[in-house]
């Protein structure tokens, strides 16, 4: 897709990932509303992109998990610049650890890092198919397509959202509806950082130090410019971390040895902790 020119709503926008992607594309030419659960994170994002890029951006404060403030976030969109063209649905949320993670935990999980895009999805799709086009953008994680030592919420949550980007793709995708799943390992942002501040008992220690050995760490921005790089092709799966390609090969050509592979690395990482 060009994205010069069209609309896009980015979730998640006011830090990280979302705020890098939020800039990559205004700096290409789109118009774009930072959403983000954080209004002044938010707020700043949006006026620090549009001093480069004036009148690039809106923001908007909200739980984009929440129904009523994406329909919000949609029309607020809409009326400043015109109907989104894309959605990127990359708010997430990195918690609960182990087997004993409470159900309000797997519950919010759930909401932000599954049933936010679905809801997204329910909304945008009737005017992406009356207008023949649109692009709905999946942040999933790495996670989502091997798993994440320690955090079965995560390793669950990021998996069913691939799967939803999957099916998405496959449903829509004659009608010219576009979708890419993004899924990086380590990304130098807060979620990660608080990962690593949170690394006080094994598990958590080997959960957080999983996604920073297993490669590099990389830029938010590094990020993005995949992420741009993916859209100009329409590309479904987006592997900032190339080695993610070659690991999910061996997952699925090999699954028991997959895992016992997996046993040992986290073996290893808790012996180190
Ligand atoms: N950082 C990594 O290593 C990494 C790796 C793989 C995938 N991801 C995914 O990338 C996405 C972006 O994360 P990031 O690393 O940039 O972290 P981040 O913490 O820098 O940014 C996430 C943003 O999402 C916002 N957010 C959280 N819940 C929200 C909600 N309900 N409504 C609106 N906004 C909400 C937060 O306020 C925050 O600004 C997440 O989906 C995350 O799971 C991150």
């Known amino acids: 897709v060009k994205v010069a020119g069209k609309v896009a709503i980015v979730t998640g926008g006011g830090n990280g990932i979302g705020r890098a992607v ?85 519950d919010r999980a ?47 949550t990021k998996h069913a959202a691939v799967a939803f980007a999957e099916w998405l793709s496959i449903t829509y995708g004659d009608q010219g509806v576009r979708v890419s799943c993004l899924c990086p390992m380590g990304v130098n942002t807060n979620l990660l950082r608080a990962g690593a501040a ?30 741009m790089e993916a859209l100009a092709d329409e590309r479904f799966l987006i592997l900032p971390h190339e080695n993610v390609l070659e690991m999910y090969r061996q997952k699925s050509s090999d699954y028991d040895r997959w895992l016992r592979g997996m046993r040992r690395y986290q073996s290893r990482l808790l012996s180190d902790s």
Not at 62 to 73: C, N, P
Not at 94 to 104: F, M, Y
Not at 118 to 131: D, H, S, V
């Open 198 to 227: 949170n690394a006080d008992e094994p598990m958590s220690a080997a959960s957080s130090k999983a996604v920073t050995s297993a490669g590099a760490v990389l830029e938010p921005d590094q990020v993005a410019e995949v992420v």
């Open 110 to 156: 759930i909401e932000v890092n599954l049933r936010a895009h679905i809801r997204a999805a329910r909304l945008m799709l009737p005017g992406w198919l009356e207008r023949g086009e649109g692009y709905f953008v999946s942040t999933a994680s790495a996670a989502g397509l091997l798993t994440q030592i320690g955090s079965p919420v995560y390793a669950v």
């Open 22 to 106: 939020a800039a990559r594309l205004a700096g290409a030419g789109a118009r774009v509303l930072v959403a983000d659960l954080d209004a002044e994170a938010a707020d700043q994002a949006s006026a620090e992109i549009n001093e480069t890029h004036p009148g690039a951006t809106i923001s908007a404060g909200g739980d984009v998990s929440d129904e009523v403030t994406i329909r919000g976030l949609i029309t607020m969109v809409k009326d400043a610049y015109g109907p989104a063209d894309l959605f990127f649905a990359n708010a997430g949320i990195a918690t609960g650890r182990g087997l004993n993670a409470g159900e309000d935990v797997w």
